[in-house]
């Protein structure tokens, strides 16, 4: 075993966050850990961190008392890894080559709920923009705000996009699905059946967003263990500005959106959930979302979890918004085989089959 110098790790984390410009007060949690541990006399690092007493120092929280376990243990911190994994590559040719990947969008609307267009125009959109598939998924019943689709609805569609999707350009289909709210017990507001037709399951919490921690990660678990369930849509419900002009959507209420803060929620256990059932996590595109943080996309990345790379559409100009999620994407080290929208049609519908 090699042994690490644990405050050099952190101020190499630190480092790197500066250098992808990385907010202020990430770089001082890793900053700050470093001085506090500087200061103590030799040994009481190793001494701390055998006994879980590293978090009792001011300065030092559990992610970098982690990192510090790792490094003294020999590892390279898998924090620094991910950091250094990224180092010196070209984010804007990642992140472009990320979009290329991409063959279609899990994550779209139509006027058949609170989108601006028809299923048609935004199917158009899709195929100049040189996507393979889109996926329809319009909002639930109990979303009453965004003209939630009730069954009968969805029924209505899923023959209307039949319907249209014999008029489509060959290589092309429009696949069918839905976003579905995960209601305050975790249970899906659409009926067993449907869901079991319908190609792919967004799931979001668009409700009772200040659910208490416990109940938002019971409500969140529930929801993940539903076999019919394939992507967590944007899951820590933020909005870090307000909606471009034009768009309105679910918590609109008729008025602009303000910003909103994350939910709260155990990370760990909703990101582990996630990769035990196989549920991909949405990089939700929209700029006035961009949900999740990257500090997120990074903890499901160590997860294991799958993720989707969706624009959240709600007008067709909107769908070359995939762009900006493949930019965080990149920021953050995620692979384009772990994305499953860079799957052939055939391919991701087998999965979420397989699941369902
Ligand atoms: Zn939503
Ligand atoms: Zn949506």
Redesign the pocket.
């Known amino acids: 075993m090699t042994a690490r110098d644990p405050i050099a790790d952190l101020r190499r984390i630190a480092f790197l966050l500066e250098r992808a410009n990385e907010a202020t007060y990430r770089v001082r949690a890793f900053r700050s850990a470093a001085k506090a541990l500087g200061a103590l006399p030799a040994g009481e690092v190793a001494e701390r961190a055998r006994t879980g007493k590293l978090t009792e120092l001011s300065g030092v929280g559990d992610v970098t008392a982690r990192c510090v376990a790792e490094s003294l243990a020999g590892e390279e911190p898998v924090y620094l890894r991910r950091l250094v994994a990224t180092e010196g590559t070209d984010l804007d040719e990642a992140a472009a080559k990320l979009r290329d990947a991409l063959r279609g969008d899990c994550h779209t609307h139509s006027d058949w709920s609170d989108g601006g267009s028809p299923i048609e125009e935004m199917a158009l959109a899709a195929v100049e923009l040189g996507h393979e598939y889109v996926v329809l998924t319009d909002h639930s019943p109990r979303l009453t705000v965004a003209r939630g689709l009730t069954a009968d609805r969805l029924r209505k569609q899923l023959d209307h996009v039949a319907a249209v999707n014999e008029a489509l350009p060959k290589g092309f289909r429009i696949l069918t699905g839905i976003?579905v709210d995960i209601l305050a017990d975790g249970s899906l507001d659409q009926d067993e059946e449907l869901l079991a037709r319908l190609d792919v399951v967004v799931g979001?919490v668009?409700s009772g967003l200040n659910d208490d921690r416990a109940k938002m990660t019971r409500r969140m678990l529930a929801a993940i263990a539903n076999p019919h369930l394939d992507i967590l849509?944007?899951c820590t419900g933020r909005m870090v500005s307000s909606r471009p002009a034009g768009v309105t959507?679910?918590g609109d209420r008729g008025h602009r959106a303000r910003t909103r803060k994350e939910s709260d929620f155990d990370a760990d256990a909703v990101f582990a959930a996630c990769a035990e059932h196989d549920v991909a996590v949405e990089i939700n595109s929209r700029p006035e979302r961009q949900d999740p943080p990257k500090r997120l996309i990074r903890r499901a990345l160590e997860a294991g979890c799958k993720f989707a790379v969706n624009t959240?559409a709600h007008a067709p100009g909107q769908l070359d918004w995939q762009r900006f999620g493949c930019e965080r994407a990149a920021l953050c080290g995620v692979p384009a085989n772990r994305v499953v929208n860079t799957w052939k049609a055939d391919r991701l519908v087998k999965w979420t089959a397989g699941r369902g």
């Open positions: 976003e979001s668009h849509g944007h959507g679910p959240d």
